[in-house]
């Protein structure tokens, strides 16, 4: 799903620490830079909201929970 990524979306990434990319997903695997279900990554790894003008949220994103956020 592709969304536009604006001031207010921005902000409420910042305010609610959204989490949408492939590094906070359950099926990342880190160690090799991928997804353990085997989709492309390019687009939704290591997003840079500051840097898009849109995001492409992944439909199977799972949310890894707060060990992912610790560490990364
Ligand atoms: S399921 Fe989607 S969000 Fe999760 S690792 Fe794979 S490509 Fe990334």
């Known amino acids: 799903m ?3 990524v604006d001031e207010r979306l921005r902000e409420e990434a910042r305010t609610f620490a959204l989490r ?3 590094e906070d ?3 990342f695997e880190p160690e090799y830079e991928r997804c353990g279900n085997g ?3 390019g687009s939704h790894a290591h997003v840079d ?3 898009r003008r849109h995001l492409e949220f992944c439909k199977e994103f799972e949310f890894a929970g707060p060990l992912a956020l610790d560490a990364g």
């Open 39 to 41: 989709y492309p990554t």
């Open 20 to 22: 949408f990319a492939c």
């Open 25 to 27: 997903c359950a099926y």
């Open 49 to 51: 909201l500051s840097l």
């Open 2 to 4: 592709k969304s536009l």
